[in-house]
């Protein structure tokens, strides 16, 4: 009953392994005792802790978002650079506490540095100036003698960090956002930033700044930037915004279908304003995660269950599955809050969809190839996004439960497969991945997996993440979901696996 057929010569798009990026925000533990904490016994010259560094390195982040979020709408970068002695201590309205900035853009690269990730600033659009992004774009990027350029040589870097990724702000169309507006301002608005970003960097790739649940936003947005931008973000926190109900499991494992609505949604936009179907422009899911970070117990590690591993590993098959249009997304946030990795003075726990990073980064490949998926289903109500309501904030229309926009009353009803995989190729390994997360909460199934013109394998493994209960997590004194391997069994070309209830695998063969 559970079948996946692969095609592996049939290839759909290639898979850019930013999709496995993160966020990293000048927030509660995030930053200061999390990724920096000059006085832990673990800490390097330069502040980074050493045990998270290697948390990152094991998990090959691609690329980090920083320094927010809601934080950069009032964050002047300039606040964060030269003798940490002379750094100004600010109030940071967004998060309600005070930021030293003892770390700032030049810590930033040396994290950056550190594990091998890209940079990907997001740029102040909210009390900042065009100005001062493209300041920020010469002191990163130049190599001329000028102002900036010499700053940063002075402050110890010879060598341009050579930022790539420019963010033309953050959720700028939101009410709780420092300096927020509408679609139009915004497009004027992010055109002059783009346009000084370019003129400080010609190579600069820009993001614009998209809305999640407003399709009029990206339109009007992209009407004016099309031509500009390279690509256009979106954010997602499934429980943050009280769409989906955490006490509903088949609701839950209907999350990744909901991501996948949004990139449809967005990606019409993209494909009706620009009317290129080829996807010439791009998607960033520059923050997403199943919780936000307004949830009790948030920084408690008992609430970082596999159920949220498996919501995580079926968001990014999601991801994968959109890789023609889909080109970076940003876990929110790598360490502490609702992170992959908690820190504190003691060490860190790696929560379980740390361990989901790790079997993607490690174990998919890079090439999409065509697979169909048999098996059986189960039917939820996909819930209610409460920023699609044209006044969201509005309680009251929320309670009602209607979408007032479109007029319709109630969500839709899905059907849901409990096997949801996807299978990639890398050509250059000569290998095959076929990720399988068995969704249904109590059984265990049998899954056979055909490959269409099938060779000899030289090595075949699975690799799983699976523990007895839902709700089992990792903790300082357990770590109950972790990473596991096996062998599969193959009969006639065919392999068997058996699929734990509640389990995240991926089988791979190299030949
Ligand atoms: O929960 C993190 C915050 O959520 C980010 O700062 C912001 O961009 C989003 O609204």
């Not at 040396?110 to 992004?133: K, V, W």
């Not at 070309?493 to 699929?499: D, V, Y």
């Amino acid at each position: 009953m559970y079948t996946v057929t692969v095609n592996p010569h049939r290839k759909i798009g290639c898979i850019d392994q930013k999709i496995y990026g993160h966020f990293t925000e000048h927030a509660f533990q995030n930053i200061y005792q999390g990724m920096y904490a000059p006085d832990h016994p673990l800490a390097d010259v330069t502040g980074l802790r050493k045990d998270v560094v290697d948390a990152l390195k094991e998990v090959r982040v691609p690329v980090l978002r920083y320094p927010g979020g809601n934080f950069v709408s009032n964050y002047h970068w300039e606040d964060g650079i030269g003798s940490q002695n002379g750094r100004k201590r600010r109030f940071d309205y967004a998060w309600e506490t005070v930021e030293d900035n003892q770390f700032g853009t030049n810590e930033f690269m040396q994290l950056c540095r550190a594990t091998g990730a890209e940079p990907y600033l997001c740029c102040n659009m909210g009390t900042g100036t065009i100005r001062d992004a493209m300041n920020w774009v010469e002191y990163c990027n130049s190599n001329r003698d000028t102002y900036y350029a010499s700053l940063r040589r002075e402050n110890g870097f010879e060598e341009p960090f050579g930022v790539k990724y420019w963010g033309l702000g953050n959720e700028c169309y939101a009410p709780w956002q420092m300096g927020g507006m509408n679609a139009s301002d915004y497009a004027k608005h992010a055109m002059e930033f783009g346009k000084a970003i370019r003129f400080a960097d010609p190579n600069a790739y820009l993001v614009a700044c998209g809305f999640e649940s407003d399709p009029a936003w990206n339109i009007e947005v992209l009407g004016v930037l099309k031509d500009m931008v390279n690509s256009i973000s979106i954010h997602h926190y499934s429980i943050d915004w009280g769409c989906f109900n955490l006490h509903d499991y088949h609701q839950l494992m209907s999350i990744s279908e909901f991501v996948n609505e949004m990139i449809k949604s967005l990606r019409a936009a993209i494909e009706g304003v620009t009317g290129d179907i080829y996807h010439p422009m791009k998607i960033a899911l520059d923050e997403w995660n199943m919780f936000g970070w307004v949830n009790e117990r948030v920084d408690d590690n008992s609430f970082y269950t596999l159920e949220n591993a498996m919501v995580t590993a079926s968001v990014l098959n999601t991801l994968i599955r959109n890789c023609n249009v889909v080109e970076m997304a940003n876990y929110s946030v790598f360490v502490n809050i609702n992170g992959t990795i908690q820190a504190d003075c003691r060490g860190i726990v790696l929560r379980p969809q740390y361990y989901v990073f790790k079997l993607y980064t490690h174990h998919m490949g890079n090439v999409l190839v065509d697979s169909d998926v048999i098996s059986e289903q189960f039917e939820t109500n996909m819930p209610i996004d409460r920023r699609v309501f044209a006044d969201y904030f509005n309680e009251a229309a929320v309670e009602k439960g209607g979408r007032l926009r479109s007029g319709v009353e109630k969500s839709a009803r899905r059907s849901i497969k409990y096997l949801d995989s996807v299978s990639t190729i890398d050509e250059t390994r000569d290998e095959l991945s076929v990720a399988l997360i068995n969704k249904h909460p109590e059984k265990n199934v049998e899954c056979t997996v055909d490959i269409i013109g099938s060779r000899e394998v030289k090595n075949a493994q699975v690799h799983s993440i699976w523990s007895a209960k839902l709700n089992d997590c990792n903790t300082a004194e357990k770590q109950s979901v972790i990473l596991e391997t096996s062998e599969p069994i193959c009969r006639n070309g065919k392999f068997t696996l058996e699929l734990p209830r509640h389990s995240i695998s991926v089988l791979k063969l190299t030949y």
